[in-house]
């Protein structure tokens, strides 16, 4: 199976930075896109950002020149840097990986979620 884990979230002041990342782990033969989803109290989950193999992106117009979105293919990771951050920015952000992985024995296609890092915006 493929795992995937997040780090980074946090509390900061709006017009501040956080970089969050993800990183997979498992029987993975490759990893197609990689994104970003964010889920705030009440509300119910939405894209931020994701990148294709090939690098193309896209963004929420609502972080579209605050935050990107890249990816390290040799450590199987994905990151968000977000800037300029304001208090709507709130919610538990999610890492979403499509991925063809072995499963007993198979290569199989998988979307694979992580478990959420919160990020709070407030002064």
């Known amino acids: 199976q493929v795992q995937l884990v997040e780090s980074g979230g946090g509390l900061v002041q709006p017009g501040g930075s956080l970089r969050l990342s993800c990183a997979a782990s498992?029987?993975?033969?490759?990893?197609?896109?990689m994104g970003w989803y964010r889920q705030a109290p009440g509300k119910q989950r939405e894209l931020v950002a994701t990148i294709t193999g090939t690098r193309d992106t896209n963004y929420a117009d609502s972080v579209k020149g605050r935050f990107t979105i890249s990816r390290d293919n040799a450590k199987n990771a994905v990151y968000l840097q977000m800037n300029s951050l304001k208090p709507e920015d709130t919610a538990v952000y999610y890492c979403?990986?499509?991925?063809?992985?072995?499963?007993?024995?198979?290569?199989?296609?998988?979307?694979?979620w992580g478990q959420g890092t919160l990020v709070t915006v407030s002064s």
């Open positions: 498992g029987s993975i033969v490759n990893i197609l896109r």
């Open positions: 979403n990986n499509n991925v063809f992985a072995v499963v007993s024995g198979t290569q199989r296609y998988l979307e694979v």
